[in-house]
């Protein structure tokens, strides 16, 4: 048996009303590659942020004992001088810069002050010969090589430092399946020669393919751990999901009717030509729920953004609404015809921090109430106080700036928004990210009012038990495809079986 | 929910009038009084008329999020047409005005073409324009400077309207005042809002229009209403109007405050862009007129900076570069600030490289207890 490396105990981590890890104990022993599993949302990223010192010591409780000593990190640099990397989901290369440079940002090597480049890049030349990038020049520009090269740079990087535990999150999210099996081998050889690995996926083939031993983590706790030789694929499943519903979910007694919206052979290239969508088709019936599963990455927003209009790429395939062909080639379009968007970044694509709470629900649809081209003031008051009270949004008054209300608030002046004029298809985006649970049931109350008056509504959400919850049918998406559609009007799915198409595997057992 | 309606005092504007109320206190005491007579009153006014000008369409730019700096350059191109249009070809001043105000026009077509279509900074294009146009005047004066103008200039650049048609004009817009009050009243009383007591919405009218009547009567006491005022006032409601009463100045607020949530809420972005660029050409195009009418000749160097002082005025009177936020009314407010510092400190006989300094300093301070006073209001 190989000496531990790194053990945690009893890690709990607090935010504004949720304890995002809950005692957390776990090991992590010398040379292995140790997968670190669970739902969005279970825990996995607060975790390493704890371990890599981004949530300074003081912030959290529990131990960090690495070595056999416990360690406190202030801060990444001091994590990184114990040996700590981490490789975000999201690169912090520089672009402009060259492979050398980056490789020894920070790190430089140089002789009072001046810069030793020769020195540089020479041992560049040996971590790109480790690392199989034949073909990768020290004087590269970053910005010219694909994502899977740019993260081997990012692990030399890393190892450059003299890392001896590097912590992956989610590597191969955005790489495609050579890239994956490249970026695997390299991992086998480095656990070789003496790295050791954490490796953060939810993508369990791949965690099979790589993994010695496999974590789950699930709601911040630790749910267990084994050999990767003890565990079945369905094992896994079963303990990244294991939480029956909870009875937040209201019921909806509505049927579903006709047909409002079809989409048939859906495809969608982004602008460097990769495939984001592929053969995409489904209808939505007035008054039903449609949920849309997938893990992050999937192609859930692509859909939803290509259905509103909004977004960048080449698109092939035909929506009917109601019947009719339709182009939808801009937000304005979409809510013409009917189609409104919740997204999913509130922050980024919902409010407008500098206006009011009226002026935030209005915004969308001021057309409806002026007389020539100005606004009717008392219309809009009317107009958006009775959303504000048939949305119970708690604020003091239509002139606050929405910036002062809490996120559930927020998210009720959204939907207002969206809601001014009632649209037939409504696309919700994570209609329950980041806010509480109290917001969260009556956002749910409001989706079956919605249903129940016939709107047709698409959810979009990477949480289970809201999915299986509240959909009348469930689509699941795993790498841009559908790969399995659930009739959900029983209530009867299990978490395992969506989780099972969720992560492209198949089900034996 | 009725919206409760309270005598509102908007903060920020309200401090940019005590602001220049304190800056005219203090220069009629270092001035001993003559900062507050009749004829300097006039004079300050006009002189604030160009730089309100611009800063009018500017603040539209600002509120949007962008920056227009090719201005000053555009004043000075327009002003050379309209010259050379009036001087070398002696034509008709309604079309050399007309084809004056489509230039300005065709030029923030231009710019805001870059913006919209291209993705161009705005800073980039239209520091870009700022060499262009100023290239293209000089190369159409051939460097020299163009003048006089017919008389109708004069008239625009420093003729005063007649007593009598300023007193007809002051009736105008106190009956104006007190009907857009009225109305709006009675239809919040449609609406079964609460409006405030008759009483102290009687007093708020008389007192607006008992101001009115004193600054034309004041202005009377001179020589009368300067003509570019009167048009700048004209500029000054049209505007206002737009920005806050239209849906076409709500679009505006809501690209400056947040430009993708503004496209998914089904904002046409580009269109909106390029209407408000080709304002801000228009106003400069209009400012190059009344340049060149009170200079009474285009020159090469006319207009030059002068998009930094309209910046300047916007910023002054609460505009963020940030976007989003931002007043027509409150720009107007900031060049007359601005006008009022230039004004008194020649006055009082202050040099000229301490004008500039003080101006300067006044800018950063007026930014700081801006932001200063925004934070406390955030963290109450």
């Known amino acids: 048996m190989a000496e531990i490396l790194l053990e945690t105990n009893k890690i709990i981590k607090d935010f504004p009303g949720v304890r995002a890890l809950d005692e957390i104990s776990f090991k992590v022993r010398e040379n292995e590659i140790h997968a670190l599993c669970g739902e969005n949302g279970a825990g996995k990223s607060t975790l390493i942020k704890v371990l890599s010192g981004v949530y300074p010591t003081g912030s959290y409780e529990g131990e960090i004992i690495l070595n056999g000593e416990k360690k406190e990190f202030a801060n990444i640099h001091e994590a990184e001088k114990n040996g700590i990397a981490v490789i975000h989901q999201e690169l912090t290369l520089f672009e402009e810069l060259n492979v050398a440079e980056n490789i020894f940002m920070g790190n430089e090597i140089s002789h009072k002050g001046y810069m030793d480049w020769n020195e540089m890049f020479s041992q560049t030349r040996n971590w790109l010969k480790k690392l199989k990038l034949e073909g990768v020049k020290p004087s590269t520009k970053v910005g010219e090589l694909g994502v899977g090269k740019q993260q081997l740079i990012e692990i030399a990087k890393a190892l450059n430092k003299n890392s001896n535990l590097l912590i992956l999150d989610e590597p191969t999210a955005s790489l495609t399946d050579s890239e994956v099996e490249l970026l695997i081998d390299i991992l086998r050889d480095l656990r070789d020669e003496g790295v050791t ?176 081209f100005v606004i009717d003031e008392n219309e809009e008051i009317v107009r958006t106080s009775e959303m504000v009270d048939k949305l119970r949004v708690k604020t003091a008054s239509l002139n606050t700036k929405i910036v002062n209300l809490s996120g559930g608030n927020q998210q009720k002046v959204i939907l207002a928004k969206n809601l001014l004029e009632t649209p037939e298809v409504l696309i919700m985006d994570e209609p329950t990210r980041g806010i509480d649970v109290g917001a969260k049931q009556e956002i749910y109350e409001l989706m079956n009012s919605f249903a129940e008056n016939d709107m047709g509504i698409i959810m979009i959400s990477s949480e289970l038990p809201e999915v299986l919850g509240m959909s009348d049918r469930i689509l699941v998406m795993h790498e841009g495809e559908i790969t399995k559609e659930f009739d959900n009007r029983k209530k009867d799915i299990s978490q395992e079986e969506i989780m099972v198409y969720a992560t492209g595997g198949e089900m034996n057992g | 929910m009725a919206e409760k309606s309270k005598l509102k005092i908007d903060f920020r504007t309200y401090m940019m009038i005590v602001a220049l109320v304190s800056i005219w206190i203090i220069f009629s005491f270092t001035t001993g009084g003559s900062f507050l007579s009749a004829r300097n009153i006039s004079n300050l006014f006009r002189q604030s008329v160009f730089t309100s000008v611009l800063a009018i369409g500017m603040v539209l730019v600002i509120i949007m999020g962008h920056i227009d700096l090719s201005v000053g350059s555009l004043v000075g191109l327009a002003g050379g047409v309209i010259a050379i249009l ?46 262009i146009f100023r290239g293209v005047l000089v190369g159409i004066t051939r460097g020299t400077t163009i003048g006089p103008m017919s008389d109708i200039f004069y008239y625009l650049g420093k003729g005063y309207l007649a007593d009598t048609t300023g007193v007809i004009f002051a009736v105008l817009a106190g009956l104006a005042v007190i009907f857009v009050q009225w109305k709006s ?26 101001l009115l009547v004193v600054f034309i009567l004041v202005l009377n006491s001179y020589r009368g209403i300067p003509v570019p005022l009167m048009i700048l006032t004209i500029f000054l409601a049209i505007f206002s109007f737009i920005t806050s009463k239209t849906v076409f100045g709500r679009h505006i607020y809501a690209i400056g405050g947040n430009a993708d949530a503004a496209k998914l809420s089904g904002i046409d972005l580009k269109k909106i862009t390029l209407v408000v660029f080709m304002i801000n050409g228009l106003m400069a195009s209009i400012g190059g007129i009344l340049l060149t009418s009170r200079l009474n000749a285009a020159s090469v160097a006319a207009g030059d900076g002068a998009e930094l002082d309209a910046i300047a005025a916007c910023v002054i009177g609460g505009a963020s570069l940030a976007g989003g936020i931002g007043k027509v009314g409150g720009a107007v407010v900031g060049a007359i600030v601005m006008a009022s510092l230039d004004n008194g400190m020649s006055l009082m006989n202050v040099q000229n490289f301490w004008q500039s300094i003080i101006k300067g300093l006044i800018l950063i301070l007026a930014v700081w207890v801006d932001m200063y006073t925004k934070n406390k209001n955030a963290a109450a």
């Open chain 1, 197 to 372: 690995c954490i490796y953060i996926s939810h993508k369990l083939k791949e965690v099979f393919e790589i993994a010695d031993y496999i974590s789950v983590l699930r709601d911040g706790q630790y749910i267990g751990g084994d050999e990767k030789s003890n565990l079945s694929e369905r094992e896994v499943v079963n303990m990244m999901v294991g939480r029956s519903i909870e009875q937040m979910f209201p019921n909806k007694s509505k049927k579903a009717g006709k047909e409002i919206l079809r989409v048939e052979n859906l495809n969608l290239d982004n602008n460097e030509g990769q495939q984001i969508l592929e053969n995409i088709n489904f209808e939505l019936h007035e008054g039903e729920i449609l949920g849309i599963f997938g893990l992050i990455g999937a192609g859930r927003t692509e859909v939803a953004n290509t259905l509103f209009g909004y977004l960048p790429g080449s698109k092939q395939g035909k929506i009917y609404l109601e019947g009719n062909e339709v182009d939808i080639r801009s937000p304005k379009e979409a809510l013409e015809k009917g189609i409104a968007l919740i997204s999913e970044d509130r922050k980024r694509f919902g409010i407008i921090p500098p206006m009011s709470v009226k002026e935030n629900i209005s915004i969308s649809f001021l057309e409806k109430f002026k007389n020539l």
């Open chain 2, 86 to 131: 009036d001087v070398w070809q002696g034509m008709n001043p309604v079309f050399s005005i007309g084809l004056t105000l489509l230039l300005g026009l065709i030029l923030g077509l231009w710019n805001g073409w870059w913006v919209a279509y291209q993705k161009v900074p705005s800073f980039i294009v239209t520091l870009g324009g700022l060499l």
């Open chain 2, 185 to 210: 009243r009675q239809d919040k009383l449609k609406y079964d809002f609460d409006v405030l007591p008759l009483k102290l919405e009687i007093a708020k009218i008389s007192l607006s229009v008992i």
